[in-house]
Structure formats: C-alpha cells, structure tokens
C-alpha cells in the first residue's frame, strides 16, 4: 500500500505542484482546502487526487479532517504544511483581525495539523513533516509584519519539532520559496512585479514545480538523514544561513 501524503493548501498554487508531484510518485494523496470549492472540484477532476475541505488553523476541524483521511486512504504519513495566506497592511495601520487571520492560518495550522498525526508517526518509527516558510519569513518584508512573523515561526517550529522527533524515525524540514509564478504573486501590481524580478539574480520568478521537487525529495527515503533544515529555493535573492 502506498504511503499516505496530506498537503494543505494542496489543490492551487504551491500547495497544488506538491500535490501533483506526491501523487506522480506513487503516494495518496490528500490535499486540502479552505474555500474555494470550485477550483478543488477542478483539480480532483483534472488529477484524481482527492481533495478535503477544512480550515487548517482549527483544531477539531484538522482532528476530524485528518480521521477522516486515515479512515477513507490510511495513516498519514508525510505532513506538508503549505496553507497560508496574505492580509498585508503597513503594521502602524494594520488591524487585530488582519493579524490574527494571518497567524491563525499560516502559524495556528502549524499545531493544528501536526498534533493528530505526531503520535502515530512516533508510534509506527516513520514521518516525513514537511513544512512551507517564506523568504519573508528570513529577511522580513515591508507591509508584512503578520506575514513574516508567522512564517518566522514555521522555522522555529521545524527546527524544535525536529530535535524532539529525530529519534523516533520523523524527520521535520522546512522550505523557504522566494517569489514563486502563482495567482498570490500575479496579483501584484505590474510595476512591483517588474521590481520584484529585478531584485531576483536568475532574472525571473520561480516555478511552483520548483518548490514541489524539493518537497519531493525531502518526503523521500533519499532524505532520511536530513532533518531541521532550512532550504532557500528564491533564486539568490536572499542567502541565509539556515
């Protein structure tokens, strides 16, 4: 029987390249949703991988969510954490709820989906816990101090996870994408795309394919040894020690 991968956020985007590419090499695949229903319909439609609605920030929501997916494909074994959004405001400006909708989707979701399957991978001696940051989340971002702090956290959160996991068999890694060719990064205005690309030394954006590769092989046995890293696939925008 296949392993069971769940990928968050995994029916659009980044989340939907690591859906496709679990799925290509052999893995069921789980990927959930927040809201927009009509893109997932399409994307199940398009690939066959199943797709679940729920708010990952929400602890019973996950708990239940992730029962069900155990129930209908079996254990969960690879964890992508990719889910996240934007509410972007200048932080003297910005709103309690701008803040909170932030933390509550891309840091709460954190804890939320890890926590229900932690145990059965300790239990069964195998997981691959794989979670999505930011570039933003290494060097911060002007109009983004919801944003970066959360995806800040996902580093903390990997590395901690990591140490208390590593001898039970789980490896924990993170990815920080830079600016990635996806709707959220279409939406930018033309002249701030254009001074985003040219702040990028390869000259473009990147390719959710990309980010999904390198998700691939971190879910692999390739990767068994590798644990509490921090990959930067942003085109040399940003290097960081990770």
Not at 20 to 25: E, T, V
């Amino acid at each position: 029987m296949s392993k069971v991968a769940v990928v968050t956020g995994g029916t659009r985007g980044i989340g939907a390249a690591i859906s496709r590419a679990l799925h290509a090499d052999g893995y069921s695949v789980a990927a959930t949703f927040a809201g927009n229903e009509q893109a997932a319909s399409a994307f199940t439609a398009e690939t066959g991988i199943k797709s679940y609605r729920w708010d990952a920030g929400d602890p019973e929501a996950c708990a239940t969510g992730l029962n069900r997916v155990a129930e209908e494909l079996g254990p969960v074994e690879i964890l992508v954490n990719n889910a996240g959004i934007t509410r972007d405001s200048m932080f003297h400006r910005m709103s309690y709820e701008q803040w909170s909708a932030v933390i509550h989707a891309n840091l709460n979701s954190m804890f939320c989906m890890t926590k229900p399957v932690i145990e059965g991978m300790r239990s069964r001696g195998f997981g691959r816990i794989i979670n999505i940051s930011s570039i933003n989340g290494q060097k911060g971002q002007v109009g983004q101090v919801n944003y970066s702090a959360a995806k800040a956290g996902i580093i903390g959160f990997t590395k901690a996870l990591a140490l208390e996991n590593a001898p039970k068999g789980i490896t924990v890694n993170c990815i920080c994408p830079g600016y990635i060719d996806t709707d959220m990064v279409a939406a930018v205005p033309a002249d701030a795309l254009a001074k985003i690309v040219a702040g990028i030394p390869v000259g473009r954006l990147g390719k959710a394919e990309e980010i999904a590769a390198a998700v691939a092989f971190l879910a692999s046995d390739k990767a068994a040894f590798m644990t509490g890293s921090v990959l930067t696939i942003n085109g040399a925008q940003y290097i960081a020690n990770g």
